[in-house]
C-alpha cells in the first residue's frame, strides 16, 4: 500500500493539462510537409518568429529554412532562433555562417565549446524541443528537426526518409507554444550574456525583467484554462522542464493509458520507462486494451536497442504486443488512446526525455486528428514485423541483460542529479 501512496502523491504533485478549444490542429509527416508551411508561415510573419530545435543542418532543408529566418528579419521581424550545444555540435559553426551578416540572432542552448564543459552534470540536461512559432498566431510542434529526412548525422544519406511528425496549430494553443520558445531563447541569451549584462547594468534591466515575466509564463503553459468553445478541436501543450512542469508528459501518458477502453498504440524510437508507465501498459492489456508499441528495427544507437530489448519479454508476457519499424530509421514521437486521445511531440519514453530534457508535445482531443494519425500508424506497423523470437538470452544472461541496462540508466541519472527508483 505504501508504494502506491508514494506513486499518487509523485502523480498528483504534477498540475493536469488543461484542454483548449477552437485551435485547427494538423497533422505533418516528415520534414516534406512540414519545412514548406514551416517557409510559409515564416514568410508571412508581419512582427516576430522564434525558433528552438535539437538539430539545426546546413544541408539543403536547413539552409531553405535559414534563407526564409534571414528573409523575414531583413523585412524587419524579429527573428531568434536557439539550437541546442549537443544536438548541433557538428553543424553549428556552419549554421552561425548561415547567418552572419543577417539580423537572424542566434543562441546555443548549453554549449560545448570549451574542454571543461564536458565536465558538468548539468550538460545532460538537453533542449530536445522542436517549436517554431509566428506572431503567436501560427506553430508548430513535433520530433522533427531541421534537417533532410533522408540525411543523418551519423549514418550519412539514405534511400528513404525518417518516419516523424509534426502538427502545425492555428489557434489559442499557439500563445502557449509562443511563451515556451520565448523563454528558451531568453534563457539561453541571459545566460550566455551575463558577464556582460552585469558589467552594462543599464542593458541588464530589461533582459532580467523579460527573463522572470517569461519564466511566469512558462510554469503556467501546462494549467491553460479551457476557454471558448470546444470547436473546432481542443488540444493542450504539454511542457516538460526541470522546474514544476517535471513529469507533464510522463502523466499525460499514464493517465490516458490507465483509462483506455479500446487501444494504446505507441510509436516510439527511445523506450525504456520507469516502473509505473510499464505497469500502465501491462494492466491496459490484461484488462483487455489492445495495445501495441512500434519500436525501432532499423538500429542507430546500440545502446538505446539494448535498453528497449530488456523489456520485451515483460511486456510480451502481459499481452503487450511489439512490432519493429525497418524501412527507414524511426524518429517518430506518437500515440493514439482510443477513439479520441492523440499525442505528437518530441518526448521519448526513456529516462533521458521522461527526467532530463526540455520537451514539447501537443494532446489533441479530436476524433478525427486521432483517426487520421491512427491511420498513419498503421500505414507504418503494416511495413513493420512483429516481434515473435523467441529470448536470445535465457536465465542468468536475460537477467544480466535487464540488469547492466538498469545500472547505466542508474548511473547516467545519478550524474545528472536524479536520485530515486525509476
Known sequence: MSLDLSALSAWSSVPAPRFVGGNRVELLQGGDDLFPRMEQAIDAALTEVWLATYIFHDDAAGTRIAESLKRAAARGVAVQVVVDGFGSIATIGRVRALFEGSAVRLEVFRPL??????????????????????????????????????HDIHHGWMDSPRLDFAVQVHGPLATAVHATARA??????????????VRGLVRSVAPVSEALELVRRMRGVNRLVDEGPVEPVRAAFLV????????????????????ARS?????????????????????????????????????DYRIAAMAAHALYD??????????????????????IIDDDWAT?????????????????NVVVRDTEFAAELAARFEQALAASAEVSREPASTGWRRWLHRGFVAWVANVYLRVAGITGRY
Open 314 to 335: 515483460e511486456l510480451r508476457a502481459h499481452g503487450v504486443r511489439i512490432f519493429e519499424y525497418t524501412p527507414a530509421f524511426l524518429h517518430a514521437k506518437v500515440a
Open 344 to 360: 505528437v511531440g518530441s518526448s521519448n519514453i526513456d529516462p533521458l526525455s521522461l527526467l532530463l530534457n526540455l520537451e514539447a
Open 184 to 197: 528558451m531563447w531568453v534563457r539561453t541569451h541571459l545566460w550566455h550574456g551575463w558577464r556582460d549584462e
Open 240 to 259: 516538460r522542464d526541470n522546474l514544476r512542469q517535471r513529469r507533464a508528459i510522463e502523466r499525460s501518458y499514464v493517465q490516458a493509458i490507465r483509462h
Open 263 to 299: 487501444r494504446v498504440d505507441l510509436a516510439v524510437p527511445y523506450f525504456y520507462p520507469g516502473r509505473g508507465f510499464r505497469r500502465a501498459l501491462r494492466s491496459a492489456a490484461q484488462r483487455g486494451v489492445r495495445v501495441r508499441l512500434l519500436l525501432q528495427g532499423k538500429i
Open 113 to 150: 565549446d570549451r574542454w571543461y564543459s564536458w565536465l558538468q552534470p548539468g550538460q545532460l540536461r538537453r533542449l530536445h524541443q522542436k517549436l517554431c512559432v509566428c506572431d503567436e498566431r501560427v506553430a508548430f510542434v513535433g520530433g522533427i528537426n531541421v534537417i533532410d529526412d533522408r
